[in-house]
């Protein structure tokens, strides 16, 4: 259990700064590590504690660049948050140099193979029914996971962000734009294609009646509750496997393969900065890197004299 100082640090990102319960959660749990490894008040911290942790994390092996610079981002936070409540004067973790992270390509899927994946929810509707916990789901349950795999893949949307949409965004008939709140909360626009806008209709079609409420949940678990991302994830693996592909591939790949698709097809790059709610245009220009690769590979195949 996280003590009074964590707790109310906790409070204050997921309050005040509007952060993710993902990232609350991920940082409870590091200040929680860090509480466990070194014995003692937050204010009696020092710059050496700090050291010893994130590097011994690096020399174990066992977490990589990200993880280690995402317990640095917590531990530095947090103690900025101390200062700004005069409970400290410096924060220690402020002048550690961490490893660089790994510039690694993002994964993603041809433009054929999402076909397939999209697919994928119903041609199973074909086959068995699913069954959870030892009951038969529903059938619409096939054409929710179906809308929801259009939408992530249409709009780039992650799946938190998706998950988190009531009907009320969707109300208007015949809607082309969503506003979606992300990260830090902030807002932008997406757009919604035909596919995704079918595959919202014959979703909502399929459901029973009366289960639509304009201020509820979109995309709904078996009991009209909000959708569990968990859930989500574990029929995932099922259409992958359907459509023949990695089944450890995840919700977040879709995104990837949504800003590939677009750059590869001659989107502008700040465009879908804009869609993907990037704050930085660094962030976006890892995809244009995905294409240029994709372009050398086709060339060094077919040129006869490269």
Known sequence: MADPKTAAFLRHLAEERGLSSHTVRNYGQVLGEFQKKRNGEWEEVREADCRTYLHGLAGQGRHGPASVRLRFSALRTFFQWMQSRGERVDNPASGLRLPRPRKSLPRFLSEEQMANLLSAPCRLLEKKPRKVAGRKEPAWARWRDAALLELLYGTGLRLGEALSLSWRAFHEEGKRTLKVRGKGGKERLVVLGEAVREGMAKYLEKLPAGWRREAGPAFLGPRGERLCARVFQRNLKEYLAEAELDPSLTP????????????????????????LGHARLTSTEIYTRVTTERLRGAYGKAHPRA
């Open 252 to 275: 977040h790949k879709l995104r990837h393969s949504f800003a590939t698709h677009l750059l590869s097809r001659g989107a502008d790059l700040r465009a879908v900065q804009e869609l």
